[in-house]
């Protein structure tokens, strides 16, 4: 059973850093390498928002326009483990973070980063909260 699991959130003062991991379970790293990866986020009262998408190898990235610049994602495929580096963060960042794969998304879907495009796999989230 493949299991994705998000660990590295907290609380952070605004303009501190955080570094995300997403690590796959019950996938070997010839599997995990076969799908598209996104993190994205979901703040109370508030729609899910896509905010960074990586293809299969890591060489194709996406990010939403309010993070660019700020966080970066990145994957290590012999780990089976997605990251985003987060930094100068601000109250807006605070959400729940989540990563999902998906084993048939191409590059309109890596473009278009949106959730509801990454199916196969999702993990359970961890809160990532900025104060002011």
């Known amino acids: 059973q493949v299991q994705m699991v998000e660990s590295g959130g907290g609380l952070v003062q605004a303009g501190g850093s955080l570094r995300l991991s997403c690590t796959a379970s019950?996938?070997?790293?010839?599997?995990?390498?076969?799908?598209?990866m996104i993190w994205f986020r979901q703040a109370p009262g508030k729609e899910r928002e896509g905010v960074s998408c990586?293809?299969?190898?890591?060489?194709?990235?996406y990010y939403t326009n309010a993070v660019k610049g700020r966080f970066t994602i990145s994957r290590d495929n012999a780990k089976t483990t997605l990251y985003l580096q987060m930094n100068s963060l601000k109250p807006e960042d605070t959400a729940t973070y989540y990563c999902?794969?998906?084993?048939?998304?191409?590059?309109?879907?890596?473009?278009?980063?949106?959730?509801?495009?990454?199916?196969?796999?999702r993990g359970r989230g961890t809160q990532v909260t900025v104060s002011s």
């Open positions: 019950g996938l070997s790293s010839d599997d995990y390498d076969d799908y598209a």
């Open positions: 999902a794969a998906d084993f048939d998304a191409g590059y309109p879907q890596l473009q278009r980063c949106d959730p509801t495009d990454f199916s196969s796999y």
């Open positions: 990586i293809s299969w190898r890591g060489d194709t990235t």
